[in-house]
Each structure stands twice: as C-alpha cells, then as structure tokens.
C-alpha cells in the first residue's frame, strides 16, 4: 500500500512538472508574439492540467482551489488569444504574460511542492 502511494506521488510530481514546462513555453510564446503556439499550448494545458488535478486531487490538497482558479485563468487567456486572433494590444499582452506568468509559479510551485514530498517520503522510507 505504501509503495503503490508512492508511485501514485511520484505519478503527480512528473505530471505536474511536465505542465509546469508547458506553462513556460505558453509564457515564452506570448512574449515573443507567437500567439498561433500560444493558443494550441493554452488548449493542451487547460486539457492536461483538468486532468491531473481530477487524477491527483489527494496530492494537492490545500492548493486545489488555486489551481482551479488557474484554470479558470487559462480559460480567459484563451479568449483573449482567440479575440485577439489579429494582434493583441501593448496592454493586452502584458496581462496575458502577467496572467501566464501567476500560471507558471503556481504550477512550478505545485511541482516543486510535491517533489519536495516524493524525495522526504524516499528518505523516511
């Protein structure tokens, strides 16, 4: 029983840095203006990060309602990129990586918090 926790753990520390990466690269495509990447990212991300937070909620814990409030972040950062489908504004681009910003540390933190749990629990094991 322990062991398959463990796995299940360690299951949401590699999903949650694999969307930690995707949040970079959203972010990274909003600052150089690739705003065709950033929408297929922002859909993957939406996609992936719904389903590891239904497949790990018991990991998250405390930091379930942040998540899901960026995933409703994602939700309006998809709807200014399909808007903005010609070119986006000084002003509407700089929210859009202030946004994209707050998703990338809340999912790296995420990542990093349940890393931090994975390597205790092979040190206490």
Same mark, same amino acid.
């Given at each position: 029983?322990?062991?398959? %926790?463990?796995?299940?753990?360690?299951?949401?520390?590699?999903?949650?840095?694999?969307?930690?990466?995707?949040?970079?690269?959203?972010?990274?495509?909003?600052?150089?203006?690739?705003?065709?990447?950033?929408?297929?990212?922002?859909?993957?991300?939406?996609?992936?990060?719904?389903?590891?937070?239904?497949?790990?909620?018991?990991?998250?814990?405390?930091?379930?309602?942040?998540?899901?409030? %960026?995933?409703?972040?994602? %939700?309006?950062?998809?709807?200014?990129?399909?808007?903005?489908?010609?070119?986006?504004?000084?002003?509407? %681009?700089?929210?859009?990586?202030?946004?994209?910003?707050?998703?990338?540390?809340?999912?790296?933190?995420?990542?990093?918090?349940?890393?931090?749990?994975?390597?205790?629990?092979?040190?206490?094991?």
């Amino acid at each position: 029983m322990r062991a398959e %926790k463990s796995v299940q753990q360690h299951n949401a520390e590699v999903d949650f840095a694999a969307l930690a990466r995707m949040a970079k690269e959203l972010h990274s495509y909003v600052e150089i203006g690739m705003m065709p990447e950033a929408r297929l990212r922002t859909t993957d991300l939406r996609s992936e990060l719904a389903v590891a937070i239904r497949h790990h909620e018991a990991f998250i814990g405390a930091h379930l309602n942040h998540l899901q409030d %960026k995933q409703i972040d994602l %939700k309006l950062v998809t709807d200014a990129l399909n808007q903005g489908a010609g070119s986006l504004s000084q002003a509407e %681009k700089i929210r859009l990586l202030e946004m994209t910003g707050e998703i990338l540390d809340v999912l790296a933190g995420q990542s990093g918090q349940l890393r931090s749990n994975v390597e205790s629990g092979v040190q206490n094991g």
